[in-house]
Structures are given as C-alpha cells and as structure tokens.
C-alpha cells in the first residue's frame, strides 16, 4: 500500500533560536520512499542535517524572530501488514547481546529502572521470559494506565506514569519500557506516524505517536502499550532511550507552539507522487 504521510508546525520566537528537529523518516525506511522526503521552511532559513548517536536523522536550523512553519510531506510504500507477531522470540542472556542493544538495559532520564526493579520482578517474574514476559509487560501497562490528551506533562517520568496511573502515547512507551529493562530485556523508545489505518477512525486531530521496541530473538520487535493490539501502516522517524533522545523539536531557547498539524492515510495505489487524495473506503 502507499501512505501519505507529513506535518505542518509553526513555532514562534521572539529571538534568533537555535533548533535541533527530528522529523525525518528512519534511514531503514528510505528505501520505501515513492517520493522525495524534503523539510521545508517558510523563512528560507538554511538547514544541516546529520545522524545522532542512536542513527537518527536529524535537522538543524536557527529559527529567526517570529513565526517559522517547517513542513514535509511524503508519499511512502507499506506492505500493509500488521506489526509482526513472534511469540516464539526467545529472550536473549545478557552475555549473548550484541553490545550495542546493552544501552537499552540501562536506566535513562525518563525510564528509571532503579525505581521500578523490584515491581517488575514483582509483577513478571513468574512469566516465562521472551514473547510472552514483553506481551504481559504490554498487557498490564495498557490496563494500569488511563490514556487522555488532558494527562499530557512533558516532565512526567515512567514511575510518575506508574504511581499516577494516566498518560499519553509516551508515558505508555516509557512505563513498558522501563518494565522491560527492569526484567532484562533491551527496550527502545519510538516515535513516528501510525494513521488510523485499518481501523475505525477517531474523531480527533492526529498527532505524532509513540510506541517501543524489544529486542527479542536476534531482532527488534515493534509493541505498542497505549494500543495493544498489531496495527499497520507504521512509520518510525526515531530511536533512542528515551523521549529526551527522540524529541521531535529540541529549541535552545524559549519556543511557542503556534501550530501543528499531522496527517499520515492510505492512498490510492496510482497516487501521483504530489497527490493529497486519500483511498476511497471499498
């Protein structure tokens, strides 16, 4: 299937402001790019793009006084499947990792794995590790929490997530995340599209999502605590630890959000490439 993915933002700034943004598609996703993947800005303000430590593809600009919309939109391939089930992934013995998945045990600035340790074991201990220990982690975040845009605050931690029992997308992905690290098993924190594809559409405006991934059977594997259940069409912009790795827009400077717009929907297969025409329900 093709997807048509992208974004409007307008930040406002009342003094030159420097801006690190990651809003580009994973580089394992280009090769399915049916069209050019360009950011674009309003201002005409020159752009520098590099890989981060976690390989993501970042931006940098320098936002001058004023208001500045940064956009892009795409036309992207998707197999149409839903994310991938293995349940027969084995969890790995912390020796046998590849050294680069032992970060993802460690504890960051928004999992604490100190705090939550001893309630993972807890909970999990009895579950038989690999698929099925990452599936009840899954499982149980989805009911402990209670999902609302009015729970929203950029500062609350996967314990704050825990012991409030409310969130968005990403006090979802962090409370699992940090869950899993506590039992052993290297989990990443995600972010990017997922469009109400293949299922009944909501009736709010669409915003970026966050999911997680665990490393499970020499692979990572896609979850998603805030929804639970396989969904298709989605499109990973960013990995890292945490959110504090993946943050959509770092500002180094004051920032006001003037406007934001998300869109991410099946289109048809002729689609031409500059085509805004979603698919026609069957």
Known sequence: MLIRSGYDIALGVSTSTPLVAMLNVRPERLADLRSPHAITNDRGVPMQHYHDNFGNFCTRLTLPPGIVRISSSFLIHDTGAADRQSPTAAQHEIADLPSDALQYLLGSRYCETDHLSNIAWGLFGHIPPGWQRVQAIVDFVH??????????????????????????????????????????????????????????????????????EAYLGGEWHSFDARHRVPRIGRILMACGRDAADTALTTAFGPVQLVGFDVHSYEVKADAKAGSNTPALAA
């Open 143 to 212: 009911e402990h929490l209670r999902y609302g845009y009015e729970y929203a605050r950029a500062t609350r931690t996967a314990y704050e997530a825990y012991q409030e029992r409310v969130g968005v997308c990403r006090d979802f992905a962090h409370l699992a995340v940090a869950l899993c690290r506590c039992m052993n098993i290297p989990a990443r924190y995600c972010s990017g599209y997922l469009g109400d594809i293949g299922v009944e559409p909501v009736d709010v405006p669409m915003d970026f999502h966050a999911w997680f």
